[in-house]
């Protein structure tokens, strides 16, 4: 039987056939199809027949409790009701709620199900121009900030927390860098002495929750849609408790080495002072947080391995992590 540690590639048709059999939990057509979209924390489908379409989300197994669930669909409740930002939304089961549990003999234990309207748009085009959607961005990233400062949240909220010791810790939401592809006897050194400034300057920049709250944790361009209606932020299977600047260090994962980081950076502040203003300390510190954000993702290819984005990026990261650590302990020492 399939469960967590099951090879990816054993896992994905048990997956794939448990997406297409469960579509009865819902009032969609018979006539519907699962096509997989991505494969990441969870495995996401996009669910088609003539006329109807919705993205159908598989959790992974042991990711996420159904309260967290629960707790991630309430927030995308919120700001869809008292902003105006536009989140995607769920389509109930046929028994009413929101999440659905699927079971297959051939797993060992049911997954967590969640079935979201599709939103017709594009995400918005990542080889041009990039400071436009920078700035929409940073403007987004404070709505999101300024709703959760004021909003009181349910009783029994429960995310997943974004900090120094859910990235450094001995049980690392996603592994330890350590294991990651690429880590060398000669790149560990100067990753044990980011890991040990990274950790020390955010604990003493705190967690106050002028700064410290329920973010998205994963804001990239990947996850604007830009449809007819406006723009719709989407995937927040993420979201979690963490500073809010995190969401700057989340929106250029992958890129930190990318020269148009500054200009991009410089568009997203923009963006969000447009909405919401930010410390002069704060600021400051935005570069600790992009190397909090490239450790955490750095354990990620490590640990999600089997799947093809990790695949690809494995080659260079380590060596491109310690070249910005490199950059980064050089400006603290100078500081």
Same mark, same amino acid.
């Given at each position: ?22 579509? %009865? ?34 959790? *992974? ?7 967290? #669930? ?25 028994? =009413? ?15 967590? /199900? ?6 017709? @748009? ?5 080889? @041009? ?6 700035? %929409? ?20 909220? +429960?995310? /997943? ?30 990753? +044990?002495?980011? +890991? +040990?400034?990274? *950790?020390? *300057? ?6 106050s929750q002028d700064r410290f709250n329920l973010i ?9 849609? /830009?449809?007819?209606?406006? %723009?719709?932020? #989407?995937?927040?299977? $993420?979201? =979690? ?5 995190? $969401? ?7 890129? !930190? ?12 502040? *923009? =963006? ?12 400051? !510190? ?50």
């Amino acid at each position: 039987m399939a469960d967590a540690d099951t090879p990816l590639t054993q896992l994905l048709p048990v997956l794939s056939r448990l997406a297409q059999a469960s579509l %009865t939990l819902w009032d969609v057509p018979e006539s519907a199809d699962v096509t997989l979209i991505n494969v990441s924390e969870n495995v996401t489908y996009l669910v088609e027949a003539p006329d109807f379409k919705a993205v159908l989300r598989v959790h *992974r197994d042991g990711y996420h409790s159904r309260q967290a #669930i629960q707790s991630e669909l309430n927030w995308l409740t919120a700001l869809n009701d008292t902003t105006t930002l536009a989140t995607p939304q769920v389509i109930l089961g046929k028994d =009413g709620k929101r999440i659905q549990d699927a079971r297959s003999e051939s797993l060992t234990a049911p997954r967590h /199900m969640v079935l979201f309207h599709f939103i017709d @748009g594009l995400a918005p085009d990542e080889t @041009g121009d990039l400071v436009p959607g920078f700035e %929409t961005l940073g403007r987004i990233a404070a709505q999101c900030h300024d709703h959760v400062s004021s909003w009181t949240k349910p009783m029994g909220f +429960e995310r /997943m927390t974004w900090d120094e010791t859910a990235v450094f810790g001995s049980s690392a939401t996603w592994g330890n860098w350590r294991d990651a592809p690429g880590v060398t006897s000669d790149i560990r050194p100067v990753l +044990e002495q980011l +890991e +040990e400034v990274v *950790r020390a *300057r955010l604990q003493s920049f705190g967690k106050s929750q002028d700064r410290f709250n329920l973010i998205h944790a994963d804001m990239r361009l990947a996850n604007l849609i /830009m449809a007819p209606e406006g %723009t719709r932020l #989407i995937d927040f299977d $993420d979201c =979690g408790w963490g500073w809010f600047l995190y $969401d700057f260090a989340a929106a250029i994962s992958f890129i !930190e080495d990318d020269p148009r980081i500054p200009a991009l950076k410089d568009a997203w502040l *923009r =963006g969000y002072r447009d909405i919401r203003s930010l410390s002069a300390e704060d600021e400051a !510190e935005i570069d600790t947080f992009v190397m909090l954000r490239r450790m955490a993702l750095l354990a990620w290819i490590g640990s999600h391995i089997e799947a093809p984005e990790p695949q690809a990026l494995a080659p260079d990261f380590a060596d491109n992590t310690a070249k910005l650590a490199r950059s980064y302990l050089d400006a603290s020492s100078d500081a």
